[in-house]
């Protein structure tokens, strides 16, 4: 079956550096987008990065443009999340899932399978 299995959140201080990994499992990647998603409290997920594996064509929201980089290793079947410069307001519960190639990246009705989630707290 279809699984993700997120891993890399923690705590850290504003300006610090994390690096989150997605292993996906049950499914042939190349045909997907897969996305990192985030939550801060009392608010909606909203799409932060996202890859198309097929091409490597690669999409960010405008608040982590030039500070987040999402990489994929396709031996390991795994898409990484680098963060740096990281923020009070990147803080919340970070999620990767698998998405419609074809639709738009950041839309949550495109992603039919999620991970659990890891937290990434920034403060000092």
């Known amino acids: 079956q279809v699984q993700f299995v997120e891993s890399g959140g923690g705590l850290v201080q504003p300006g610090g550096s994390l690096r989150l990994s997605c292993a996906a499992s049950g499914f042939t990647l190349r045909y997907y987008a897969i996305g990192w998603f985030r939550q801060a409290p009392g608010k909606e997920r909203e799409g932060v990065s996202c890859i198309h594996v097929f091409d490597g064509s690669t999409f960010y929201t405008d608040s982590v443009k030039g500070r987040f980089t999402i990489s994929i290793d396709n031996s390991k079947n795994t898409v990484y999340l680098q963060m740096n410069s990281l923020k009070p307001e990147d803080t919340g519960v970070y999620y990767c899932?698998?998405?419609?190639?074809?639709?738009?990246?950041?839309?949550?009705?495109?992603?039919?399978?999620w991970g659990q989630g890891t937290q990434v707290t920034v403060s000092s």
């Open positions: 899932g698998r998405g419609n190639r074809y639709g738009s990246p950041f839309d949550r009705n495109e992603y039919d399978h």
